[in-house]
């Protein structure tokens, strides 16, 4: 396994490692600068890849940087992929699975609690380190992309934020559609009564879902781990905004959670976008 940084402080960078860090932002591997030996278009690399895209994990690798738990050989390892920093600086996990398993045991020496995971632009050492610790300051910082929380059972919670131009590419837009049927939802169903379906091939880096006219969040709860999820109405202004529901990413896909908090009734056919 090996770790590559790109555009930090005071090191020198050319046409080809902006093109290949751009390609991580379009389908197709499009290059967005092009220029011969002696041209210096850009001052600041750093500067200029800050200024195109917003800070997060490389769009459409979706198992990219994603934090994973073997049980069998008892190993935690981020995937191979890249990752914008806020500052336009980047890190690369290439070709081999990153193992952080040793660093997950000494942090398991002082806490039984949670441990995050996340990748932290260091800028007094110029670097950008591979964090894993038991606070969760450094995981909550404007310099920290976010990887994953890891429960006290070792549960990987999926928390990946991807990066997005703040140009229009020319790309398309990761979208999903499906239409689904729950048949009579019974007031009285509790706990995982409630969750009706894991949407398996849902894009990871999904953050919303248009059901029935109306957009809801997609939270990244560990329900095992005793976190609640919030419920919200699935629909505006009709006989049946009763219905509730509540999506969730985790590492098996998108869990769809629904109820009736007052009476049993028919769910009719649920029309959803997932983007």
């Known amino acids: 396994m090996s770790v590559i940084y790109s555009f930090m402080d005071n ?3 050319g046409a080809d490692d ?14 967005l600068f092009n ?3 002696g041209d210096n278009p850009l001052i600041s690399l750093n500067d200029a890849v800050s200024g195109l895209t917003y800070p997060g994990i490389e769009l459409y690798n979706v198992n990219a940087c994603k934090v994973v738990y073997d049980k069998e050989n008892d190993k935690f390892s981020v995937f191979p992929g890249n990752a914008f920093m806020i500052d336009g600086s980047t890190i690369t996990i290439d070709s081999d699975e990153y193992d952080i398993t040793e660093q997950v045991l000494e942090q398991r020496k002082s806490s039984n609690g949670d441990i995050w995971v996340c990748f932290n632009r260091n800028i007094p050492k110029n670097s950008i380190d591979i964090s894993v610790s038991a ?21 990987v919670v999926d928390m990946r934020k991807f990066a997005k131009t703040k140009l229009a590419p020319c790309s398309a837009n990761v979208i999903s559609e499906y239409t689904m049927s729950f048949g009579t939802l019974t007031y009285k169903e509790t706990g995982y009564e409630r969750r009706r379906t894991i949407l398996k091939d849902a894009f990871p880096g999904a953050s919303k879902v248009f059901i029935n006219g109306v957009v809801r969040d997609i939270q990244r709860v560990d329900i095992e781990a005793g976190e609640s999820l919030t419920y919200e109405r699935a629909w505006y202004k009709t006989v049946a905004s009763d219905i509730l529901v509540a999506f969730n990413m985790t590492g098996e896909g998108l869990e769809v959670w629904a109820y009736q908090p007052y009476n049993s009734a028919p769910a009719n056919d649920w029309h959803m976008i997932v983007f």
């Not at 902006?18 to 290059?31: A, E, Y």
């Not at 909550?140 to 990887?147: C, D, F, G, I, R």
């Open 35 to 37: 220029y011969t030996d």
């Open 135 to 155: 606070d969760d300051s450094v995981f909550n910082s404007q310099y920290a992309v976010p990887l994953a929380k890891i429960s006290s059972n070792n549960t």
């Open 18 to 31: 902006i093109n290949q860090t751009f390609s991580k932002l379009t389908t197709q591997g499009v290059s």
């Open 11 to 13: 090191s020198l960078y």
